[in-house]
């Protein structure tokens, strides 16, 4: 596929002797939705931390718009100049305002001037619904609005692809669909994006591809349709019976 | 029964005021004029002993986050290198790191072609620095590894390298943390540097000395020398205190 923008082939990885990850194969095209879902502990983290070198595969490639991720410094700084990462926890920098935590990137890896770089912070703070906490410390804000200030500070990299990896598990319920809300746009407007989450009806509303993973596995893959009215493995129809049921 | 052991060095020193055979405060009575003459003699040692301390404590400072900074490294040659320094480093006891670099270092200069001769002033200030710096590395790697591993991550994913990520992202939240540890560390720097009197500085502790030697009031002529170190470590102390609160303040608003 010559518009990939994200493939795996073969990816294997280890943590001392646990297998984490077996035999990865995946292909992302350039404006895709991926949805990756399977139980805790299942890799469907791993894999997306590996797209973005916060960890290491030993064995397979990676390859994000034909470059192949190394350990050389060229490769690593494309990679994280074309992929933005969304975090469980959020991560945002706590001794900074939420101003100059969507700057901090654009002046220093990007070279933007500071007006160049707050005007671009405020386009995207409006995006994500927030454009009056710019002043604030992100402790200050609710989980909700921390989240997508961590997705606006995201943006403001002007990333071809975003991975996102359990955007909403550290939510409080009422707080989950503001982030989703933001999701959704996004998806919407045509960004690429890889997503760990158990949020199914996010995953049904968005998703392209749905992967399912269990063991380090990649068990099944295919359309969201296909995916949860007639998933073909035992392991797969377990998983979508016990976390849909509800 | 704690409160009279509180009381018992208060006792002593009324007790030595009271009988002249004791005590004899006249050697620093400021009243008169070789007292006074002595008491400026002893503080005048002053300014050595806070430049030594001043100078060893921001040297310190910055070798030991180099030190550090390895040891926090991904890579088990560089952490080597971390502990490799710490650990020989500290289990050096000041007394003979100072003579080793103020009669031993510039013989190494002169073997080595160079002539570069080593005073008081600078032995002491190297010696001091270099052994606490294995106390500052070891604060500095404790105060950052204290900041969660999702910031520096974080750092990476918006494209900061990695001073660019220790600069602006966990420098700026660990600090706060290690402010304290180092602070105490400035202390020990600032009453090691006595030390400094055995290769001839004239610090606090050699003026000292050489006032007991003249005067042979050793009792008196110390116990204000101990009373010089208590000021200045207060005065740390008290701006510690004032620097935490700013950084606090700045850390809510």
Redesign the interface.
């Known amino acids: 596929m010559p518009d990939a923008a994200i493939e795996l082939v073969d990816v294997n990885k280890w943590y001392g002797t646990f297998h984490v990850l077996k035999d990865i194969n995946l292909t992302i095209s350039s404006g895709e939705k991926v949805v990756i879902c399977g139980p805790s502990g299942s890799g469907k983290s791993t894999v997306v931390r590996c797209i973005n070198k916060l960890e290491k595969h030993q064995k397979g490639t990676i390859r994000i718009d034909g470059v192949e991720l190394t350990d050389d410094a060229n490769s690593v700084a494309t990679i994280r100049s074309e992929v933005g990462m969304v975090f469980q926890q959020f991560n945002l920098f706590p001794h900074l305002t939420v101003l100059e935590n969507l700057t901090l990137g654009p002046i220093k890896a990007r070279g933007l001037s500071r007006k160049e770089a707050e005007e671009k912070a405020r386009h995207y703070l409006e995006r994500v619904h927030i454009p009056d906490q710019a002043e604030k410390r992100p402790l200050q804000l609710s989980g909700g609005q921390q989240q997508r200030v961590a997705i606006a500070r995201s943006l403001c990299m002007e990333p071809r692809v975003l991975l996102f990896d359990e955007p909403t598990s550290a939510l409080d319920p009422e707080m989950i669909s503001e982030v989703l809300d933001v999701m959704v746009e996004l998806a919407q407007e045509g960004m690429t994006m890889v997503v760990v989450t158990h949020e199914m009806g996010f995953a049904r509303k968005v998703a392209d591809n749905m992967v399912f993973m269990d063991a380090g596995e990649i068990v099944e893959q295919g359309k969201p349709e296909h995916f949860f009215t007639n998933p073909r493995s035992e392991r797969c129809q377990k998983f979508l019976s016990q976390i849909l049921q509800h | 029964m704690k409160k009279a052991f509180l009381f018992l060095p208060l006792f002593l020193l009324a007790a030595g005021c009271s009988s002249s055979q004791t005590w004899g405060w006249y050697v620093i009575n400021p009243t008169t004029e070789s007292g006074w003459t002595n008491i400026k003699f002893l503080i005048s040692g002053m300014g050595a002993t806070i430049q030594i301390s001043l100078i060893a404590a921001v040297l310190s400072i910055v070798i030991g986050l180099l030190v550090a900074l390895p040891g926090l490294a991904e890579s088990r040659g560089w952490r080597l290198v971390n502990r490799i320094y710490v650990e020989f480093v500290r289990s050096i006891p000041l007394l003979p790191m100072l003579f080793w670099v103020f009669y031993g270092l510039p013989i190494v200069f002169q073997s080595m072609g160079m002539n570069i001769p080593i005073d008081p002033f600078w032995g002491a200030i190297i010696t001091l620095a270099i052994s606490d710096s294995a106390f500052t590395a070891e604060i500095y790697r404790a105060g950052i590894q204290s900041i969660?591993k999702?910031?520096s991550?974080?750092?990476?994913?918006?494209?900061?390298?990695y001073f660019?990520t220790m600069r602006?992202?966990i420098l700026?939240?660990a600090i706060r943390r290690i402010l304290p540890p180092l602070a105490n560390q400035f202390i020990y720097v600032v009453k090691m540097s006595a030390f400094a009197s055995v290769i001839g500085m004239q610090e606090l502790t050699r003026r000292a000395n050489e006032l007991v030697v003249t005067e042979y009031r050793p009792l008196e002529i110390y116990t204000l020398l101990v009373f010089e170190y208590l000021v200045l470590v207060l005065i740390i102390s008290a701006g510690v205190r004032w620097l935490e609160r700013r950084m606090g303040a700045d850390?809510r608003g």
């Open positions: 969660a999702g910031q991550e974080a750092a990476q994913t918006i494209g900061l390298n660019q602006y992202v700026p939240q850390e």
